[in-house]
């Protein structure tokens, strides 16, 4: 994509942000397009991660409920502005991330997944038990300021306002994303996650392109968790959990991860068939996933996929018709 055509979908999509928050008068639906922003951001970093080192993490929330928790005991001990704790909080966050992808994106298929599913459970029950410094199972309220970034809470915390503020960080994070992945930074980490042996063999260092991957996801879940920290005020063990882990996959598997804004199409998607079947019936997941894995088989590259092929006249391309050996 050129970057003229980068520069005019991101204006075009900053202007729809703005058109819907002054014109959705409803604070339900702002709630709900803000907490589905919210996980487009979340959704983001784990397609990232899937998109550029071809790798499944069943742990992202343990970068989505740290950044909370993060935060939150920064506030709690008023050791600093919450402007500096918030990017005292990111900064940390990736250099951990840095450091845990050093070792474990050595780790291939399966036993990845497996190992972020074992690290992320072990902080879920970690914050579970600490109660003198989490609040244990109960969670943990976040003591914001009266002011953020020069804003009174009240102003920035209104339906429309907060919808705005997630929006315009969600179109932001993806155009950061786009011109990353334009760069050499992008070609050496597609060329890796394509035949890691031949670039080795052309020279390129395979580890840290793929660690930086790992980190630059666990930045945007962090960016995710602290806008969902400032939404509720309250953190919890289940910000934690594999649970919203697997959620965030589904978002990626239905919105497709070939695309940037693929897992955030997904998320919309997921929070919207929520919110509609969640009124009809009981079961909504199992009709959800259903349409999981129709999407799976008959758009291997999910809605963004089919779009992309519907906008090109190009017919879908079965899962089962591209398998090997079929």
């Known amino acids: 994509m050129s970057i003229q055509r980068i520069t005019l979908s991101t204006a075009g999509a900053l202007a729809v942000g703005a058109v819907v928050a002054a014109t959705v008068t409803s604070g339900t639906v702002l709630s709900l397009l803000t907490q589905a922003i919210i996980y487009a951001v979340f959704a983001s970093g784990v397609g990232l991660l899937l998109r550029q080192n071809g790798m499944v993490s069943f742990g ?25 704790a918030m990017l005292v909080t990111l900064l940390v ?3 951990v991330a840095f450091v845990m992808g ?33 609040g244990g199972a109960d969670g943990m309220n976040i003591e914001w300021p009266a002011t953020l970034f020069g804003l009174p809470m009240s102003q920035l915390l209104k339906s429309s306002h907060l ?45 840290l392109p793929r660690a930086a991957i790992y980190a630059l996801s666990a930045l945007v879940t ?29 978002m990626v598997v239905v919105g497709g991860y070939k695309a940037l804004w ?15 079947l969640g009124d009809y019936a009981n079961h909504w997941m199992a009709i959800f ?19 992309g092929r519907l906008a090109r006249g190009k017919p879908s391309t079965p899962a089962l018709r591209t398998a090997p050996g079929h």
């Open 262 to 276: 693929g897992p955030a199409l997904g998320a919309v998607v997921y929070f919207l068939a929520k919110d509609i």
């Open 289 to 307: 996933g259903v349409a999981l894995i129709t999407v799976i088989v008959f758009s291997p590259t999910g809605i963004a996929g089919a779009l």
């Open 93 to 95: 966050l990736t250099a």
């Open 60 to 84: 992202h929330a343990l970068f989505f409920g740290a950044a909370g928790y993060g935060v939150g005991l920064l506030l709690q001990m008023q050791a600093m502005p919450a402007e500096a």
């Open 163 to 207: 919808f705005l503020l997630c929006w315009t960080v969600l179109v932001l994070v993806l155009l950061a994303l786009a011109l990353l992945l334009r760069s050499r930074f992008g070609s050496i980490t597609e060329a890796v996650r394509d035949n890691e042996e031949r670039a080795r063999f052309i020279g390129i260092r395979t580890l």
């Open 222 to 250: 962090g960016v995710a968790g602290l806008l969902s920290a400032l939404n509720t005020g309250f953190v919890s063990p289940e910000n934690l959990h594999w649970s919203l882990s697997g959620v965030a996959l589904m």
């Open 102 to 134: 050093l070792v474990i994106v050595r780790v291939p298929g399966v036993a990845f997944g497996m190992l972020t599913l074992a690290v992320g459970q072990m902080f879920y029950l970690t914050a579970s038990r600490s109660r003198g410094l989490t």
